[in-house]
């Protein structure tokens, strides 16, 4: 989503004209999380045309949000989204952590931009690369269908992201 180099769906993205498919990174060096980053990506992303839905970071980003600009302010930010799933918000999102993310990433996401496209067939296999196995014991064969898929945004230079930012953690 963020990266501004490497071919995208048969795209190189840094090829000239194809700014449209580079990742919106603001900063790799953030330091210490700050509203005035938060702001900036909301804008950037309000600029872009999106109404984002979900700040998506890692537990540690969430974390120092939450504890170094919410806390001090006392402002009453909770927030329940779809599925019961408690947390809080900031400028009006909320926030999902994601503990397989990057320590250290936090990126403002709009799900209405990403699609899920499959490729165009099926392939018949079974783990020894045969089509068809008989099943021992019975009269009947089997195999396996597998079906290739990627996600894909749709526009990359619409999801604000920042890298490197400093938290009170260490893994």
């Known amino acids: 989503v963020f990266s501004t180099t490497n071919t995208y769906f048969g795209l190189d993205r840094s090829a000239a004209g194809n700014g449209f498919w580079q990742g919106k990174v603001l900063t790799t ?7 005035s980053v938060l702001t900036q990506m909301k804008t950037s992303a309000e600029i872009a045309g999106v109404a984002p839905k979900y700040w998506l970071s890692s537990p540690e980003v969430a974390d120092a949000v939450y504890t170094k600009l919410l806390l001090p302010d006392k402002r009453n930010n909770e927030a329940t989204i779809d599925g019961g799933y408690k947390t809080f918000t900031y400028h009006g ?3 999902l952590r994601e503990s397989d993310d990057v320590k250290g990433r936090l990126a403002l ?12 067939g099926f392939e018949w296999a079974n783990d020894d690369g045969s089509i068809l196995s008989r099943i021992s014991g019975y009269d009947a064969y089997e195999g ?14 619409a999801i604000p992201v920042i890298t ?6 260490t893994l």
């Open 93 to 95: 999102i909320p926030f």
């Open 109 to 120: 996401v709009t799900p209405s931009l990403f699609e899920i496209h499959t490729g165009t």
């Open 29 to 35: 060096s953030q330091g210490v999380i700050t509203d």
């Open 164 to 169: 490197g930012i400093t938290t009170d953690y």
């Open 144 to 157: 396996y269908t597998r079906n290739y898929s990627n996600l894909f945004c749709k526009r990359p230079n």
